[in-house]
């Protein structure tokens, strides 16, 4: 056996420091992993859909939210429109929401059951069954934030069920999570400056 390699393998000390050397580098890894697929996700909620096609005549994607859609202004929903719905579709659901709300994720409308041949959510309208936001009531609560500019989520998604049950903000993410076939996402801005 060579020299080094037997006085590597008699040495306790040096094993144990190997050891700890290898657990820090596949630490560092996992981490910078992890953080490469948070930010790749982040990525592709701010550049929109990768199969339908969401787009509001009210705002562009990565732009400002008018005021009129806030709860400074009329605080109604804008218009929003969609193309190439996967075959198989069975209706549609809707959340929009605000994940940089300082107490976390804040839901401003969950809508369910829109009907499969739907292509458009005119301005100020109810598309389908509405459920409970984080205001405490159904219907849509446009942009409120506190202080800054927060990103606001417009998610459609494609489902495979006519309709489905959802009576919380929870039951409808998890069902909606269970049930997609295909989603798309319309990111805009709003900050009460």
Known sequence: MPKIAENFINNPLLIVSMRVVILFLFLCAFILGCATTKEDINKTYEKGGESMKLSSNAFQNGSMIPSKYACKGDNINPQLSWSDAPAGTKSFALIVDDPDAPAGTWVHWLVKDILAD??????????????????????????????????????????????????????????????KISESVLMGKYSKG
């Open 118 to 179: 739907t292509r458009e959510i005119k301005e100020d309208s109810i598309p389908g069954t509405e459920v409970e936001n984080d205001f405490g009531k159904e219907g849509y609560g446009g942009p409120c934030p506190p202080s800054g500019v927060h990103r606001y989520f417009f998610k459609l998604y494609a489902l495979n069920v006519a309709s489905f049950d959802a009576y919380s903000k929870s039951d409808f993410y998890n069902k909606v999570d269970q049930l």
